[in-house]
């Protein structure tokens, strides 16, 4: 990689300008445009740094850059026809390169580092666990953000989105959705109830997937631990008494896979305006006692919300980056405008849980 960044790099000075913040630095040579912000103090939204989580997606304006790896392995085919890059794996070839970041968030609470304890430990499904961590003070974070958590033994931190709606005065405890590592001793542990009690520390918050304010209607859809960052935005979203036309839909593989079923029908119950919940079920026995949808949960987008036409809506996906990608493939195909398109990827390196 150093070597890539070395020939790809070079010549004259090169400076970003990114908006909507105004700033402008220099990328000095075999540094990634993403290297260079976060030095000179530019609230770049990032993540794993290395081209899997697609936080750093950016829309180029005008100059050229260089990608370390295929900006395709991340970004839709939908959202490179767009000229949106990946900040952490572009290195810019041209005197100026001008990008835009998606702003809205960054008046979230600043990321601090807490002090916590495993103090509940609930299995979900035969491999998703909730476990709540008491801090030692509140935390304040917006609804859809995750934290890394840290614990003795483990090299680098995890990061987990939380899964309950913010307190305005801070939340003295969380729950996070780690999904089961066949293997792993750590989360093999966590399943046996092994681990209360035991020390974390707990960092954030970050990232960049919320709600965002409007009256659009919704599309949300989950996958696997995903359902986390939506049950914090919904919920969030029924307490603040939203009225938008709501349609969320759960893709898992069987009955078995599904959880968070009676949370989600008491948003639904005490929702504003109009709301529908439709769990899809991809793998499910032909002949289970299964009567509810079956197959991709990203085929049901289309008639998601009956009566309601999608050019306005909005979408919000949280999961596997295939469903995301199939996902945004659907929703443009069915009027949704691509950056009214927002999604948190569960990739290895972010939030599915690859503990020992
Ligand atoms: S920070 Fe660039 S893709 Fe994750």
Redesign the pocket.
Known sequence: MGLLKKLFGGGEAKFVEVAPFGSRYEVPSGETM?EAALKNGVPFP????V??????KCKLKSGRVSALTDFGY?LSQQEIAAGFI????AIPKDALTQVEVESQALDAPKAESFKGRIAATETLTHDIVRITVALDRPIRFVAGQYANLKYAGLERARNYSFADAPDRDGRSEVSFFIRKVPNGAFTEALFKGELDQLPLEVEGPHGNFHLHPGTSPMICIAGGSGLAPLLSVLEAARKDRVKRPCAFLFGARTQADLYGLDQIQQIANNWAGTFVFLPVLSHEPADSSWTGARGLVTQFIPDALPGVALNDAEGYMCGPPGMIDAGIASMTEYGVKLDAIYYDKFTDQSHIAKMP
């Open positions: 993403l990032h993540n794993c740094t081209g899997t989580c697609g936080s750093c991340t990946l900040a952490c794996q």
